[in-house]
Nanobody, 113 residues
Framework: QVQLVQSGGGLVQAGGSLRLSCVAS????????MDWYRQAPGKQRELVAS???????DYADSAKGRFTVSRDNAKGTVFLPMTSLKPEDTALYYC???????WGQGTQVTVSS
């Protein structure tokens, strides 16, 4: 049974930085592509960043140049460092394994202006 446990997030001023982490247990982590999604109040969940098993990366336009997804297969962890944060980045952030439809518990990111 795959479990995804997230950490990081919090409250930061505009222009600041945060790093999200997501640890996957009970699985061959290196075999899974990993995604980060976010959902702002009143909006649909949106894909922010993806990283494949070979560490190919893809980003939403809103994240390009500011967010950098990475993974550490030995630790079963995917990271999302976020810089130059904006108030519109405020949302609940989720890590996700699309192959098995598993979600992390969500982490709140709040960016004040």
């Amino acid at each position: 049974q795959v479990q995804l446990v997230q950490s990081g997030g919090g409250l930061v001023q505009a222009g600041g930085s945060l790093r999200l982490s997501c640890v996957a247990s009970g699985t061959a982590f290196s075999m899974f592509n990993m995604d980060w999604y976010r959902q702002a109040p009143g909006k649909q969940r949106e894909l922010v960043a993806s990283i494949t098993t070979h560490s190919s990366r893809d980003y939403a336009d809103s994240a390009k140049g500011r967010f950098t997804v990475s993974r550490d297969n030995a630790k079963g962890t995917v990271f999302l460092p976020m810089t130059s944060l904006k108030p519109e980045d405020t949302a609940l952030y989720y890590c996700h394994v699309s192959l098995i439809g598993r979600w992390g518990q969500g982490t709140q990111v709040t960016v004040s202006s």
